[in-house]
């Protein structure tokens, strides 16, 4: 699990469908808050439509080429559905609904990252399938309290990227409270690791630190057309 890197080339090779199958019921496996299950995985086989979600998220064309590429949808639709079917009236769309079925969909994708990585495998993950929402839903036929949270490339690399460092662990763990005001000589430090990685890294060397990334994105809006997107989907009322 630590020797985890990002994979972005693949080889030709297939997965075998009883390894993949072995992948989807680790996915299963994993933890879900009061057992909504609200998660749902949208197998995408159709070359078309591969090609298509490459370029809505920003032409990454490893969406296309890898052996496997899963959409992973937060996922209300089925709970509605038990609604109905119980004579009950549904009241999706509380914020609180929408936070579980998200964190539903990104446990069950870590759990197919780490059975897929134990078996040689190597994973990318793609956030980019949230700048087109709309193209997405509608190409992939997503109905109401449903929506994609990112997708998963899947394959047998073709590369060997190094390892990327990690914040150090005085950072990331506090013990008992919340420690504001941290030491900045060891994010100072690590700024230094990363800058060093970044310039290292066998492709897309640049030179930056973690710091000024973070203050980069941070100090502007990201795809503020979700809170519309997900208002539209049921899936944010409250």
Same mark, same amino acid.
């Given at each position: 699990?630590?020797?985890?890197?990002?994979?972005?080339?693949?080889?030709?090779?297939?997965?075998?469908?009883?390894?993949?199958?072995?992948?989807?019921?680790?996915?299963?496996?994993?933890?879900?808050?009061?057992?909504?299950?609200?998660?749902?995985?949208?197998?995408?086989?159709?070359?078309?439509?591969?090609?298509?979600?490459?370029?809505? =998220?920003?032409?990454? *064309?490893?969406? #296309?080429? !890898? $052996? /496997?590429?899963?959409?992973?949808?937060?996922?209300?639709?089925? +709970?509605?559905?038990?609604?109905?079917?119980?004579?009950?009236?549904?009241?999706?769309?509380?914020?609180?609904?929408?936070?579980?079925?998200?964190?539903?969909? =990104?446990?069950?994708? *870590?759990?197919? #990252?780490? !059975? $897929? /990585?134990?078996?040689?495998?190597?994973?990318?993950?793609?956030? +980019?399938?949230?700048?087109?929402?709309?193209?997405?839903?509608?190409?992939?036929?997503?109905?109401?309290?449903?929506?994609?949270?990112?997708?998963?490339?899947?394959?047998?690399?073709? *590369?060997?990227?190094?390892?990327?460092?990690?914040?150090?662990?005085?950072?990331?763990?506090?013990?008992?409270?919340?420690?504001?005001?941290?030491?900045?000589?060891?994010?100072?430090?690590?700024?230094?690791?990363?800058?060093?990685?970044?310039?290292?890294?066998?492709?897309?060397?640049?030179? *930056?630190?973690?710091?000024?990334?973070?203050?980069?994105?941070?100090?502007?809006?990201?795809?503020?057309?979700?809170?519309?997107?997900?208002?539209?989907?049921?899936?944010?009322?409250?």
């Amino acid at each position: 699990m630590k020797s985890h890197r990002s994979i972005r080339k693949f080889t030709e090779e297939p997965i075998a469908p009883e390894l993949f199958k072995q992948l989807l019921l680790a996915g299963q496996a994993a933890a879900s808050s009061s057992f909504i299950q609200g998660a749902t995985i949208v197998r995408v086989t159709d070359t078309s439509k591969r090609l298509k979600l490459a370029h809505l =998220a920003n032409d990454q *064309q490893y969406v #296309a080429s !890898a $052996a /496997e590429f899963l959409v992973v949808c937060a996922d209300l639709h089925r +709970a509605v559905q038990c609604c109905e079917q119980h004579g009950e009236t549904a009241r999706p769309g509380f914020t609180e609904q929408t936070i579980i079925a998200t964190v539903d969909a =990104a446990l069950m994708a *870590q759990n197919i #990252a780490v !059975a $897929a /990585e134990s078996a040689g495998l190597g994973i990318c993950y793609i956030g +980019a399938l949230r700048n087109k929402p709309d193209e997405v839903s509608e190409l992939l036929d997503l109905p109401d309290y449903v929506y994609a949270v990112f997708g998963l490339c899947i394959g047998w690399p073709d *590369q060997d990227p190094e390892v990327k460092p990690r914040l150090p662990i005085e950072v990331v763990l506090h013990e008992n409270s919340y420690k504001k005001d941290q030491d900045r000589s060891v994010l100072a430090d690590y700024d230094d690791v990363i800058k060093s990685y970044y310039e290292a890294r066998t492709e897309n060397k640049k030179s *930056q630190t973690w710091s000024s990334q973070m203050a980069g994105l941070l100090s502007r809006e990201a795809r503020p057309h979700m809170l519309d997107f997900l208002n539209k989907k049921g899936l944010l009322k409250k």
